[in-house]
């Protein structure tokens, strides 16, 4: 079992940063592929990043350039740095981790869910 919380959300302006963490119990979470995801009023949960166990990441065709993930094995936690945010990037984010060895681009490839954090982009 592998509990997820996230921090770091809020709200704000257009062209600023924001940086997500993710703190996982446990000390198996260097065997979790990591990922983030979020999901805007009306819309589906979409993948924003990914990072496997052995380090590789996948980012979204809109975030690509823009936000960074990383992990922290010795800390149990997984980042996502948000640079250049825009509206558009407003919604809830997740952190999940997945008992996998690569990354998933699905929210079915992951296992276990944060409760989310709100990130708020005004223009």
């Known amino acids: 079992q592998v509990q997820l919380v996230e921090s770091g959300g809020g709200l704000v302006q257009a062209g600023g940063s924001l940086r997500l963490s993710c703190a996982a119990s446990g000390r198996t979470f260097s065997s979790y592929a990591m990922g983030w995801f979020r999901q805007a009023p009306g819309k589906e949960r979409e993948i924003v990043a990914a990072?496997?166990?052995?380090?590789?990441?996948y980012y979204a065709h809109s975030v690509k350039g823009r936000f960074t993930i990383s992990r922290d094995n010795a800390k149990n936690t997984v980042y996502l740095q948000m640079d250049s945010l825009k509206p558009e990037d407003t919604a809830v984010y997740y952190c999940?981790?997945?008992?996998?060895?690569?990354?998933?681009?699905?929210?079915?490839?992951?296992?276990?869910w944060g409760q989310g954090t709100q990130v708020t982009v005004s223009s």
């Open positions: 999940a981790a997945g008992a996998t060895r690569y990354y998933s681009e699905y929210p079915s490839g992951y296992d276990y």
């Open positions: 990072i496997a166990r052995m380090g590789s990441t």
